[in-house]
């Protein structure tokens, strides 16, 4: 099997095997956008579950405890403040955490000891936190800020090291892309957002970004001279270039995503709910999206955007022209898979792609 993959993956690099995925990128925008739509009316139709650190509100959390259950907890705050619903967690083997809204210093001392009698462990075991709604909201809005100077930063960057404005708003629209769809997940299944999901979400824009821009180097390296040969079009070039690295880019994705799943079931189904779980969610689902985007979404927007420009427009109609007159080797079948008719011995599409070298005289 691994022999396999090998080949497969040298046949890829090498341009004996092709996918189309830039010439059926309607296909992936479509799909792309669908998910967005339903991401969107998600948050707009159910909301995020956000925590007591952007909301505000008291938490108690109660160690040592022989059958950690919702039950007395759900009693204990019903006697106290019934005009609340807890949102109660079960915390690893041995301990509950409690949260719901603001109250009052006289009801925070009942209730701690409504919930000592009601768990059967010693007052001062139990910790109590209060946080108000103003911290919440700073909370938030310096995320948001955060993001979009991380955001600013990514373009001026890629603008500079690529020399393409148009990569930069590519590899943009792909982490927002990666973004909205992970936030829409969190929304769909009811996780609890924290500060520990949103350095999760944070966190996967670095990563999707990175895998980007490896797929966006080798889409510069193959295009730096496609107007000195007239067998392939820029959009063919950067089609070869996601071929090139999706072998890279999978692996990658594996090699990443084991260790997070496996922190995700620790998280949720040993620990309990907890940062691990807050925080791996958000890196499995975002890591998952962002191998799709960077092969899908990132190159095939890129190409869309550069497609009119006059230089790579003009080079297209070219090569079209000399293909429709039977003057070029190259087959596009109604796939939009590149077949390469005669090549000259041990000459494969990747080879034939690269501009020829001309020698010192």
């Known amino acids: 099997m691994a022999s396999n993959l090998a080949t497969w993956g040298n046949k890829l690099h090498n341009g004996e095997k092709t996918y189309p995925i830039v010439a059926q990128r309607k296909r992936w925008f479509i799909i792309s956008a669908v998910l967005m739509l339903a991401a969107i009316g998600i948050l707009l139709g159910k909301g995020l579950n956000l925590g007591i650190d952007f909301t505000g509100g008291a938490q108690y959390i109660i160690p040592g405890i022989e059958n950690p259950e919702a039950g007395p907890a759900e009693e204990a705050v019903g006697n106290v403040v019934p005009n609340q619903e807890p949102r109660v967690s079960v915390l690893g083997d041995d301990s509950v955490r409690i949260q719901l809204g603001e109250i009052s210093a006289d009801q925070q001392m009942e209730l701690t000891e409504e919930l000592a009698a009601g768990?059967?462990?010693p007052v001062d075991t139990i910790s109590f936190d209060q946080i108000g709604p103003t911290w919440g909201a700073a909370v938030g809005q310096q995320a948001l800020q955060g993001l979009v100077i991380f955001l600013l930063l990514v373009f001026v960057v890629i603008t500079l090291y690529f020399r393409a404005w148009r990569m930069a708003i590519a590899a943009i629209l792909a982490l927002i892309h990666d973004l909205l769809f992970t936030v829409g997940i969190?929304?769909?299944?009811?996780?609890?957002?924290t500060p520990a999901s949103v350095i999760g979400f944070l966190t996967i824009l670095g990563y999707s970004l990175y895998d980007t821009v490896v797929v966006f180097d080798k889409v510069k390296e193959n295009t730096q001279h496609?107007?000195?040969?007239n067998r392939y079009t820029y959009a063919e070039l950067a089609n070869l270039a996601v071929n090139q690295t999706l072998v890279r880019s999978i692996n990658t994705s594996v090699v990443a995503l084991l260790p997070v799943a496996s922190?995700?079931?620790?998280?949720?189904?040993?620990?309990g709910a907890g940062t691990l779980?807050?925080?791996s969610l958000a890196l499995f689902i975002g890591m998952a999206v962002g191998t799709y985007s960077s092969i899908f979404v990132a190159t095939p927007l890129e190409v869309t955007l550069r497609r009119k420009e006059p230089k790579i427009q003009k080079h297209t109609e070219k090569v079209l022209a000399l293909r429709e007159g039977g003057e070029s080797d190259v087959v596009v079948n109604d796939d939009g898979e590149v077949r390469v008719g005669a090549l000259k011995a041990g000459e494969h599409?990747?080879?034939a792609a690269q501009p020829k070298r001309?020698?010192?005289k």
């Open 119 to 121: 768990y059967d462990v």
């Open 358 to 360: 001309k020698g010192r």
């Open 226 to 229: 496609f107007e000195s040969q």
């Open 186 to 193: 969190y929304a769909l299944i009811g996780f609890e957002v």
């Open 277 to 279: 779980k807050d925080i």
């Open 349 to 351: 599409l990747g080879q």
């Open 263 to 271: 922190i995700l079931f620790i998280g949720s189904f040993v620990l």
